[in-house]
């Protein structure tokens, strides 16, 4: 059974550029979470989404960032004329329900650097 | 809302000692709490969780923490550190039984460093 995929997992950006990128959930897990790791810092959750629902994007910038989960395919973290602040990197977690004891699987991650 | 604060950003320990790592939550209602482990340049990986049934809860490699509420404490312990749990371990909580439950609030991290 696949973890949760995340692609690609280094990505190099110039500044105003868009970044993409996408996470594969496990097999049979309905809800994605967003979360972005700074340098020197802790995970800070970003957005939480079932199939083509966003449930929670409380901890999204307010511009230039957006996320979704289509009915088919992976979810797209997009992050639209980047800056060198964006540079972190983006971990995709899943999990099969939204109850909050259930373990939330995480992918590898995807190093954004924003040149 | 909820918080966590990990004391020590870096611990050093020798290989064979006791390893400690500190977590203390902030939470209005009762908290579910984890500690997940970090290994460079991947993704988190769950050592263990508290999801209010036993207050000692051990989880893999021989890990365990105990939550308690007085203290508003889930400490992070292993009996005898090996090389390989060099990492970095991060503590988090969630809050139950809301819209968003599985929704995570990581603290800051603590970096274990494992020495001959």
């Known amino acids: 059974n696949a973890g949760v995929m995340q692609n690609p997992r280094h990505l190099v950006r110039r500044r105003g550029q868009e970044a993409r990128l996408r996470c594969s959930p496990m097999k049979g897990h309905s809800h994605v979470y967003w979360y972005r790791q700074l340098p020197e810092e802790g995970l800070k959750f970003m957005v939480y989404l079932q199939k083509e629902n966003i449930i929670d994007e409380s901890g999204m910038p307010k511009e230039r960032f957006s996320a979704e989960f289509p009915k088919e395919g992976p979810s797209i973290l997009r992050i639209q004329q980047v800056v060198r602040g964006d540079s972190a990197a983006y971990f995709c977690a899943s999990s099969p329900e939204a109850a909050s004891g259930n373990t939330i699987y995480f992918g590898e991650g995807s190093w954004l650097t924003v040149v | 809302a909820q918080s966590v604060t990990q004391l020590g950003s870096h611990v050093s320990v020798s290989e064979g000692a006791l390893v400690l790592l500190r977590c203390n939550y902030s939470?209005?209602?009762?908290?579910?709490l984890f500690w997940y482990v970090q290994y460079p340049n991947q993704g988190l990986q769950l050592l263990l969780k508290y999801t209010s049934a036993a207050t000692l809860v051990k989880g893999i490699n021989d890990f365990e923490a105990e939550f308690k509420k007085s203290e508003t404490s889930f400490h992070l312990t292993k009996p005898s550190a090996h090389m390989s749990d060099a990492a970095e371990y991060f503590c988090?909580?969630?809050?139950?039984?809301?819209?968003?439950?599985?929704?995570?609030?990581f603290g800051t991290g603590t970096r274990l460093q494992v020495t001959l």
């Open positions: 988090a909580v969630s809050v139950p039984n809301t819209g968003t439950a599985s929704k995570l609030t």
């Open positions: 939470s209005s209602v009762p908290p579910y």
